[in-house]
């Protein structure tokens, strides 16, 4: 194995910052813990907590476009890993997110579905069942069954 053992933060540009923050911070959910400014005082950087070793950085963005078609090369969508995914999306919902797709059982045996923050990057909200395809493949790659 190398030397990499996490996905350490995620860096989105946005073309606007509170809209963003608000967005993941009072309807997702993440904790804000800290802001970067300039000399002027503007903020340039939001930064909020998914997990202990795991971050999302908002920067502001230069162009007014928002995020590339699904098709776009790139980064297509990030993905957040759910306990229930029922309860998940009954909170989001209540707190104004709306799912941009029904909740259904995926090719890899997990339970998924879809929202998009405000500058359309897609996000894909996925419940991770015991007998998925990315769990029998780890048990594979460590010699079990």
């Known amino acids: 194995m190398n030397g990499i053992n996490a996905?350490?933060?995620?860096?989105?540009?946005?073309?606007?910052?509170?809209a963003s923050a608000k967005f993941y911070r009072d309807q997702v959910g993440f904790a804000e813990m800290d802001r970067l400014k300039?000399?002027?005082?503007?903020t340039w950087l939001i930064y909020l907590r998914i997990t202990d070793t795991q971050f999302l950085e908002l920067m502001?963005?230069?162009?007014?476009?928002p995020a590339?078609?699904?098709g776009a090369t790139g980064t297509t969508h990030f993905c957040f890993a759910i306990d229930d995914l029922d309860v998940e999306a009954a909170r989001l919902s209540a707190n104004g997110v709306k799912l941009t797709s029904q909740i259904k059982l995926g090719e890899d045996g997990n339970r998924g579905a879809w929202i998009?923050?405000?500058?359309?990057?897609?996000?894909?909200?996925?419940?991770m069942n015991p007998d998925c395809l990315q769990y029998?493949?780890?048990r594979a790659l460590k010699g079990g069954n």
């Not at 502001?60 to 476009?65: A, G, R």
């Open 7 to 18: 996905l350490g933060h995620l860096a989105l540009k946005v073309r606007d910052l509170e």
């Open 38 to 42: 300039h000399d002027n005082g503007d």
């Open 60 to 65: 502001i963005s230069d162009s007014p476009e």
């Open 68 to 70: 590339p078609a699904d």
């Open 116 to 127: 998009e923050d405000p500058d359309g990057n897609r996000i894909e909200l996925m419940e």
């Open 136 to 138: 029998k493949a780890i």
